[in-house]
């Protein structure tokens, strides 16, 4: 199984500011990388796949980077509804797809 | 546009089996190249792939609970189903159908919280 870290578990950031999320894959998952944001008592939505395709109407404020097993998922201009859990999910290698454990971004 | 519904009990008994199913609407469940999954995700913690069964009707489980688990699907009632057997208080969870392609989640259930206890 593929293992999915990432970091920092938690992210303090002021509206407007930039926020960089990381991800870690125990092995490389080529570019099969994909980020989901969660709000609470929600289901999570897919954000950037491909680890830098924005999903259909997602803002370009979210960009993702990184390939092999280095990505990270940064928002540029943090608005108030960007506050959430972002997780990161492997889809190269099955079983099983794996996600890392969520990264919160909260209001500093 | 897809929706996916979860139904089931939402309290189980230690050692015995957790039965959900996912109903699926504004589309069939038998077209398209899709894994009809089910996630699942403990309170305050990540998300976990419990299965998928492929529109061809075959079937992949997370090694961690492949002893456990059985995803079927019933086309006549475009439905698929969870049986997670001898559940213990670390199955309680929120479990999440979910319709992914190419490993990509776009379209979720609400998800439902299903709690082991006695």
């Known amino acids: 199984e593929i293992v999915m870290t990432q970091s920092p578990a938690t992210l303090s950031v002021s509206p407007g500011e930039r926020a960089t999320l990381s991800c870690r894959a125990s092995?490389?998952?080529?570019?099969?990388l994909a980020w989901y944001q969660q709000k609470p008592g929600q289901a999570p939505r897919l954000l950037i796949y491909g680890a830098s395709i924005r999903a259909t109407g997602i803002p370009a404020r979210f960009s993702g980077s990184g390939s092999g097993t280095e990505f990270t998922l940064t928002i540029s201009i943090l608005q108030s509804e960007d506050f959430a859990v972002y997780y990161c999910?492997?889809?190269?290698?099955?079983?099983?797809?794996?996600f890392g454990q969520g990264t919160k971004v909260e209001i500093k | 546009q897809v929706q996916l519904q979860e139904s089931g009990p939402g309290l189980v008994k230690p050692s015995q089996t957790l039965s959900l199913t996912c109903t699926v609407s504004?589309?069939?469940?038998?077209?398209?190249?899709?894994?009809w999954s089910w996630i699942r995700q403990p309170a305050g913690k990540g998300l976990e792939w419990i299965g998928r069964?492929?529109?061809?009707?075959?079937?992949n489980y997370n090694p961690s609970l492949k002893s456990r688990v059985t995803i079927s699907v019933d086309t006549s009632k475009n439905q698929f189903s969870l049986k997670l057997s001898s559940v213990t208080a670390a199955d309680t969870a929120v479990y999440y159908c979910?319709?992914?392609?190419?490993?990509?989640?776009?379209?979720w259930g609400q998800g439902t919280l299903v709690t082991v206890s006695s």
């Open positions: 979910a319709r992914a392609a190419f490993g990509l989640v776009l379209y």
């Open positions: 504004g589309g069939s469940i038998s077209s398209g190249s899709y894994y």
């Open positions: 069964i492929y529109t061809s009707g075959s079937t």
């Open positions: 092995q490389s998952v080529s570019s099969n």
């Open positions: 999910q492997q889809y190269n290698n099955w079983p099983p797809w794996t």
